[in-house]
Nanobody
Framework: QVQLVESGGGLVQAGGSLRLSCTAS????????VGWFRQAPGKEREFVTS???????YYTDSVKGRFTISRDNAKNMVYLQMNSLKPEDTAVYYC?????????????????WGQGTQVTVSS
């Protein structure tokens, strides 16, 4: 069983930066692929980025070159550094985990979810 808790969301102006953190419980965290998803009001949850247990990383096109995912297995943490934020990045951001997962963009393939953290980018 893994529990995930996101933090670091907030309000930022367009062009600014935020760093989200996903803290995981459990002693086998290094075996997990962790993904970040986001959901804006009235829209479906969408894939943002993921980092596998290898680790390999994968990004959706809209955030390539702006967002960076990383992990620190010793601290059971995954980070999402978000730079050059745009108003369309506004959403609730969720981290999700699956053991020995691939770079899946399908949220149904993830077994564990955090409660989400709000990111609001003003224009």
């Amino acid at each position: 069983q893994v529990q995930l808790v996101e933090s670091g969301g907030g309000l930022v102006q367009a062009g600014g930066s935020l760093r989200l953190s996903c803290t995981a419980s459990g002693r086998t965290f290094s075996s997990y692929t962790v993904g970040w998803f986001r959901q804006a009001p009235g829209k479906e949850r969408e894939f943002v980025t993921s980092i596998t247990w290898v680790p390999n990383t994968y990004y959706t096109d809209s955030v390539k070159g702006r967002f960076t995912i990383s992990r620190d297995n010793a601290k059971n943490m995954v980070y999402l550094q978000m730079n050059s934020l745009k108003p369309e990045d506004t959403a609730v951001y969720y981290c999700a985990g699956v053991k020995y997962g691939s770079t899946s963009i399908n949220p149904n393939e993830y077994d564990y979810w955090g409660q989400g953290t709000q990111v609001t980018v003003s224009s």
